[in-house]
């Protein structure tokens, strides 16, 4: 009868073991082994508990061998690459101060080492695609020729206006319970908005509020947009009328309205899907765009044609035959 036992400490070293020496199949210093394949020069000795005992020693590439095979292969073994040093800022850039982004590296009898940045090393990121951005930057210098340096009207826009957009992280509410006070606050000025939502009976009308709040932080750190009384330029009072058809007085060129305001669910991606969760968005501007979207409506009223109900027009005479 077979007995299965627990196998002794002894009997688990010997299978572990490598199986080297003569009882074994082949040996570490055995001349079949090539020196390239060799991991270093190791001997064995017999011990107490048989053979097996290894003691390393130098490694192959250290060992002097009078194997030409091998020899050759060290003098063709390319060298190792060259460490990669990190650096600074280019010298053209405006983030560049006197002692931004130097590295200092210890060295061995001197002082730290100012090492700069390399611009071939960021090329990688910072200019992953040089053919595309080639053909982009032709494509812009021959549109540029083609209008004669004169701008569109979007640029224009541009350039003469302020806007800034902001969207707000995820709300612990439903996207159909947010909508409501999205349409609430569109349209209305940044103060407005700020007083219906104080007081309105909606849960998520307070972390509203602190977005708008927030959003009117970064709009004027950011875009510069509602200095007008710090800056001078706050003009005269124009009385306007809006797109929805209302009348106001606009006191400040450079108050702050919310032009848009709209909810969306969010990116859908490969992750859990929470219910009720929804974030949304403000396009903040300036007071200036209303009062130019009011004179080019004033001008387009003072362009159209009076309609009358017959047109004055000659009547082409035609030969008729009575009685036929």
């Known amino acids: 009868m077979n007995i299965c036992r627990k196998p002794s400490s002894c009997s688990l070293y010997r299978l572990a073991r490598p199986r080297?020496?003569?009882?074994?199949?082949?040996?570490?210093?055995s001349p079949s082994l090539s020196p390239l394949t060799r991991p270093g020069n190791v001997s064995t000795s017999r011990t107490l508990f048989g053979?097996?005992?290894?003691?390393?020693?130098?490694?192959?590439?250290?060992?002097?061998?009078?194997?030409?095979?091998?020899?050759?292969?060290?003098?063709?073994?390319?060298?190792?690459?060259?460490?990669?040093?990190?650096?600074?800022?280019?010298?053209?850039?405006?983030?560049?101060?006197?002692d931004a982004g130097t590295v200092s590296r210890p060295t061995k009898g001197a002082g730290p080492?100012?090492?700069?940045?390399?611009?071939?090393?960021?090329?990688?990121?910072?200019?992953?695609?040089?053919?595309?951005?080639?053909?982009?930057?032709?494509?812009?210098v021959i549109r540029d020729i083609r209008r004669r340096g004169r701008l569109s009207r979007t640029q224009k826009i541009k350039m003469t206006e302020r806007e800034s957009?902001?969207?707000?992280?995820?709300?612990?509410?439903?996207?159909?319970?947010?909508?409501?006070?999205?349409?609430?606050?569109?349209?209305?000025?940044?103060?407005?908005?700020?007083?219906?939502?104080?007081?309105?009976?909606k849960k998520v009308a307070v972390d509203v509020k602190e977005h708008l709040e927030h959003a009117r932080n970064e709009a004027v750190v950011r875009r510069g947009m509602g200095l007008g009384e710090a800056n001078g330029t706050k003009g005269d009072p124009v009385q306007i009328e809006t797109k929805e058809g209302k009348t106001r007085v606009v006191k400040d060129r450079t108050g702050i309205y919310i032009d848009q305001a709209w909810v969306g669910r969010g990116p859908y991606e490969n992750e859990p899907e929470f219910r009720a969760r929804g974030p949304i968005?403000?396009?903040?501007?300036?007071?200036?765009?209303?009062?130019?979207?009011?004179?080019?409506?004033?001008?387009?009223?003072?362009?159209?044609?009076?309609?009358?109900?017959?047109?004055?027009?000659?009547?082409?005479?035609?030969?008729?035959?009575?009685?036929k």
């Open 20 to 29: 080297t020496g003569p009882i074994g199949l082949w040996s570490v210093n």
């Open 51 to 98: 053979w097996g005992r290894k003691t390393r020693q130098r490694p192959m590439d250290m060992v002097e061998s009078d194997n030409p095979v091998y020899e050759e292969y060290l003098k063709k073994k390319p060298p190792p690459p060259p460490a990669v040093v990190p650096g600074d800022l280019a010298g053209g850039s405006i983030f560049e101060s006197e």
């Open 113 to 140: 080492k100012r090492v700069r940045r390399d611009p071939s090393t960021m090329a990688a990121v910072v200019d992953p695609q040089p053919d595309v951005r080639k053909r982009w930057d032709r494509k812009m």
């Open 165 to 201: 957009l902001s969207k707000s992280h995820m709300f612990k509410t439903s996207v159909k319970k947010l909508g409501p006070v999205a349409r609430q606050i569109a349209g209305k000025t940044l103060e407005d908005a700020m007083v219906q939502l104080r007081f309105s009976k």
């Open 281 to 323: 968005t403000v396009v903040l501007k300036e007071e200036a765009t209303r009062i130019r979207q009011h004179e080019e409506r004033e001008q387009k009223r003072r362009n159209r044609k009076l309609w009358v109900q017959l047109p004055n027009r000659p009547i082409p005479t035609r030969a008729f035959r009575l009685g």
